[in-house]
């Protein structure tokens, strides 16, 4: 196997083989090194509502990373109700030091899941029309996400195969695979009672917020539209769960059911659980599972 070495911009250096690009063996960039090379533009507007909102981060290295050269989309958490897409990139920095372009967005808040939905949807037909600007490979498209943001991801994804489904993904889109922390997969509502339920006004807003077509819990039948669950099939791309087994907010009794789907094909699918995690994981564990997410691109998404 012949090995051929790229010079990139910036010093960095990439050592590719001539059978496959390994991710997880790309050296990081630094901070100052992604902050020469990378194009930013903040706030794109992918819709007419104020908060249909993205920002692009285009690499000038991504198309040397061939066949691993995926165009990540990334969704804020919040509860569908709170949170910005700049409050949680540390979601995205690993990433950026690894040369990939990125997507970071926000979309429609404190309107109910439904409207959130719909929103990752609609960004991705955007960045479709407008490719000839942005360059980007949207044959491999990684959709991601923390806790509400995992959710949305995780429902497009499952979705995009359904012929019944609404809104569509335009022709020429691929999601090649999923990255889900903390996103709510089954049982919705169960989550829904968590907030509904919780003494903290802000968590009850949210609660409240979830379903606004409904004014006591949402009926189990009309919830169940918007859980990936209902859809998931052996035709869904690759999945990567991050699991807290102390998550107070999206409990892990709502994710057996679709583990124990995912772990039907462990060559497709990756779950990391962790007996101590909470909702949001720590920085030792986000680092940890960074590690495991370029390994899962690298071995299991095509």
């Not at 949807?121 to 959709?143: K, M």
Request: aromatic share 12%; charged share 20%.
């Amino acid at each position: 196997m012949t090995n051929i070495l790229y010079y990139l911009p910036l010093g960095a250096a990439l050592l590719l083989t001539s059978c496959a690009v390994q991710l997880a063996r790309v050296p990081d960039q630094t901070p100052a090194q992604m902050q020469a090379a990378y194009r930013v533009t903040k706030d794109v507007a992918y819709g007419a509502d104020p908060e249909q909102k993205l920002d692009m981060y285009l690499s000038p290295t991504a198309n040397h990373l061939k066949q691993k050269n995926y165009t990540i989309v990334f969704l804020h958490g919040g509860g569908y109700y709170v949170s910005d897409k700049t409050r949680e990139e540390r979601y995205i920095q690993p990433y950026l030091k690894k040369g990939l372009n990125v997507v970071n967005m926000n979309y429609r808040i404190k309107r109910g899941v439904p409207l959130a939905t719909e929103d990752l949807t609609y960004a991705l037909n955007f960045l479709q029309a407008n490719n000839a600007t942005y360059h980007l490979d949207l044959s491999r498209i990684i959709v991601t996400g923390f806790s509400a943001g995992a959710h949305i991801a995780s429902l497009v994804a499952v979705t995009a195969n359904d012929p019944a489904y609404t809104p569509k993904l335009d022709s020429g889109l691929k999601i090649a695979g999923v990255v889900n922390f903390s996103g709510p997969v089954d049982g919705l509502d169960v989550v829904e009672k968590v907030f509904m339920s919780n003494d903290v006004p802000v968590m009850k807003a949210i609660g409240v917020a979830l379903f606004p077509e409904t004014t006591d819990y949402a009926p189990k039948d009309y919830i169940r539209k918007f859980e990936p669950i209902t859809y998931f099939d052996k035709n869904d791309p690759p999945f990567f769960i991050w699991q807290g087994g102390k998550d107070d907010q999206v409990p892990p009794v709502t994710f057996e059911k679709f583990v124990a789907l995912l772990k039907q094909n462990p060559q497709k699918n990756e779950v990391l659980f962790v007996p101590d995690g909470q909702h949001s994981p720590s920085a030792a564990e986000l680092a940890n599972a960074y590690q495991a997410i370029f390994e899962f691109l690298d071995k299991k998404v095509k």
